[in-house]
C-alpha cells in the first residue's frame, strides 16, 4: 500500500527534496508532505484514503473548488482539438477581452505559462519602457522567481538590496530597491535617493505572501502618487489577489489604478497560467510591435485558456463573490471566537476568498509583525489541523484560500477542528 512515508522516501531519490516547489517539502512545519491522490470539491485525498478539507487550493487557483464539472467538461472539450498549436487560438483573445473588460486601465494582455513570467515579463517591459534599470519592491512580497525579484533588504544604511537566493549576481540585485509595505516613507526615501532611475515598483496590492496583510489607508494613493511624480510605472501583482479578493482583484477593492498588473493562479483555473496587461501606449513596447522581447512556446495553451475562460464564467456569475465571501467571513469570525474561547494568542481574518490566520493577538500589518508569530506552537496547530482532516498551506506565513465548494457544513467541521486543536496547543 502506498503511504505519504513511502512515497515521500521514493520521491526524495529523484526529485530534490521530495518536491517541485520548495514550500511543498513541510520544512516550515515539520513532518511529511502528504501525497495528494485525488481532489474535488472542497476536498482532496491522499495516498492513504485520508480526506481533506482543502484551504490550500492549490496556493490559490481552485475558486471553484476542485474538479468543477463545468472546468473539467471545458478542459476536456479543449483536450479533444489538441493540447498545444504554437500558433494563434481564439479562447486568447476571449480570455484577454474577459480581463480587460473587468480591469478597466488594461487594454491589452500578453499571456505567459506561468505567474513568475508574467511579473519578470512585467518588469522588463517597464525597464524598456522608462528606460530605467532600477526596481523597487517590498521586503515580504512575492513575485515569483525572477532574479531581480528574489532580492531582500540590504543591511544597514545599503539602499539596494541583496539577493534571497544563492546563484543571484549581487550586481543585479543593485538594481533591485526594496522598501517596507505599510511604509510610505520608506518608498519616498529611495525616489529622493534615485528620482531619475527606477522603472517601476512592484507590489502585491494586498499581500498574501507573508500572510495576509492589508494596506494601510492611504498606502497604495500614496505609492500612485509618487510613481506619478518621479515617473516610475506602478505594477500591482495580482497573481495572488486578482478574481479572488474580488471579480476586479484588490484594485477593486482598494480604489487605486495601476499602470500594469500581473495575473495568474484563478485565470488559469488550475492549469499553469500567468498574465499581464495594461494600457496600450505600454504594452506595444513589447514584441512583435516593439523593442521589449518576450515569448512562450506554451503561452496562451488552448487547455489553460479553456480552464480559465470556465472559471471566470462560474465566478462572474451573480451573487458568487457575495455568498463566498460571506462564508470565508464566518470562517474567520468562528475563529476569532474560538481563540477567545480557549485563550489562545490566535487571530484571523480574510477578504474576499482570501484569508489569513496568526498566532498573534490581533491581525499584522508588517512583515516585522508577521515575523514575531510564535512559530513552534504555529506548527503543533498545523499538524492537529492536519490530523483532523483540515489542510492548511504548511507554513505561518502563507494566506489561506477558500473557495465557492466549501459549503456551511465544511465551516462549521473546521471549526470544531480549530477549537480542538487550538486547546491542544493553549
Ligand atoms: C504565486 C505568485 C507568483 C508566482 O506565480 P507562479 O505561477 O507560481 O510562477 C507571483 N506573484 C504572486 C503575488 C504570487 O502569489
Known amino acids: 500500500m502506498k503511504t505519504n512515508l513511502s512515497e515521500f522516501d521514493r520521491a526524495g531519490r529523484v526529485l530534490v527534496g521530495g518536491v517541485n516547489s520548495a514550500v511543498r517539502a513541510f520544512r516550515a512545519v515539520g513532518g511529511?508532505?502528504?501525497?495528494?491522490?485525488?481532489?474535488?470539491?472542497?476536498?482532496?485525498?491522499?495516498?492513504?484514503g485520508r480526506r481533506y478539507i482543502d484551504y490550500l487550493g492549490s496556493w490559490g487557483p481552485m475558486i471553484v473548488g476542485h474538479s468543477h464539472p463545468a472546468v473539467v467538461s471545458a478542459v476536456q472539450q479543449a483536450a479533444t482539438r489538441g493540447l498545444s498549436y504554437g500558433a494563434p487560438n481564439s479562447m486568447e483573445t476571449d480570455l484577454a477581452e474577459r480581463i480587460c473588460a473587468l480591469f478597466p486601465q488594461v487594454e491589452k494582455v500578453r499571456f505567459t505559462s506561468s505567474g513568475t513570467e508574467a511579473a519578470m515579463s512585467a518588469?522588463?517591459?517597464?525597464?524598456?519602457?522608462?528606460?530605467?534599470?532600477?526596481?523597487?519592491k517590498f521586503e515580504g512580497c512575492y513575485h515569483g522567481t525572477a532574479d531581480s525579484l528574489l532580492v531582500k533588504a540590504g543591511s544597514g544604511a545599503?539602499?539596494?538590496?541583496?539577493?534571497?537566493?544563492?546563484?543571484?549576481?549581487?550586481?543585479?540585485?543593485?538594481?533591485t530597491l526594496v522598501a517596507q509595505f505599510n511604509d510610505l516613507a520608506s518608498v519616498q526615501a529611495l525616489f529622493e535617493q534615485h528620482p531619475d532611475?527606477?522603472?517601476c515598483v512592484m507590489v502585491e496590492p494586498i499581500a498574501g505572501n507573508m500572510n495576509l496583510i492589508m494596506p494601510a489607508p492611504g498606502f497604495h494613493q500614496g505609492l500612485r502618487e509618487l510613481c506619478t511624480r518621479y515617473g516610475a510605472l506602478l505594477i500591482f501583482d495580482e497573481v495572488m489577489t486578482g478574481?479572488?479578493?474580488?471579480?476586479?482583484?484588490?484594485?477593486?477593492?482598494?480604489?487605486?489604478?495601476?499602470?500594469?498588473?500581473?495575473?495568474?493562479?484563478?485565470i488559469g483555473g488550475g492549469m499553469p497560467v500567468g498574465a499581464f496587461g495594461g494600457p496600450a501606449a505600454v504594452m506595444d513596447m513589447m514584441a512583435p510591435l516593439g523593442p521589449v522581447y518576450q515569448a512562450g512556446t506554451l503561452s496562451g495553451n488552448p487547455i489553460a485558456m479553456a480552464a480559465g475562460l470556465a472559471t471566470l464564467d462560474l465566478i462572474a456569475a451573480p451573487g458568487f463573490f457575495e455568498t463566498m465571501s460571506a462564508r470565508c467571513a464566518r470562517l474567520v469570525a468562528g475563529m476569532n471566537e474560538a481563540a477567545r474561547e480557549t485563550g489562545v494568542t490566535f487571530c484571523a481574518r480574510s477578504e474576499g476568498g482570501m484569508a489569513g490566520c496568526f498566532m498573534l493577538a490581533t491581525p499584522p500589518n508588517s512583515f516585522a509583525e508577521v515575523q514575531a508569530q510564535d512559530v513552534e506552537r504555529f506548527k503543533r496547530f498545523y499538524h492537529r489541523m492536519l490530523d483532523e482532516g483540515v489542510y492548511l498551506p504548511p507554513?505561518?506565513?502563507?494566506?489561506?484560500?477558500?473557495s465557492g465548494a466549501h459549503s456551511d457544513a465544511d465551516i462549521d467541521a473546521t471549526l470544531a477542528a480549530v477549537r480542538r486543536s487550538l486547546a491542544a496547543v493553549a
Not at 32 to 46: K, Q, V
Open 395 to 402: 507554513s505561518p506565513v502563507e494566506a489561506f484560500f477558500f
Open 197 to 199: 532611475d527606477i522603472a
Open 123 to 136: 518588469i522588463r517591459l517597464a525597464r524598456g519602457y522608462t528606460k530605467r534599470d532600477k526596481i523597487l
Open 243 to 266: 478574481f479572488r479578493v474580488a471579480l476586479g482583484g484588490a484594485q477593486q477593492v482598494i480604489g487605486v489604478t495601476p499602470d500594469l498588473s500581473a495575473f495568474g493562479k484563478v
Open 158 to 175: 545599503l539602499a539596494f538590496g541583496t539577493p534571497s537566493s544563492a546563484g543571484v549576481p549581487a550586481d543585479l540585485a543593485r538594481h
Open 32 to 48: 511529511t508532505p502528504r501525497f495528494i491522490d485525488r481532489a474535488e470539491g472542497a476536498y482532496m485525498w491522499d495516498v492513504e
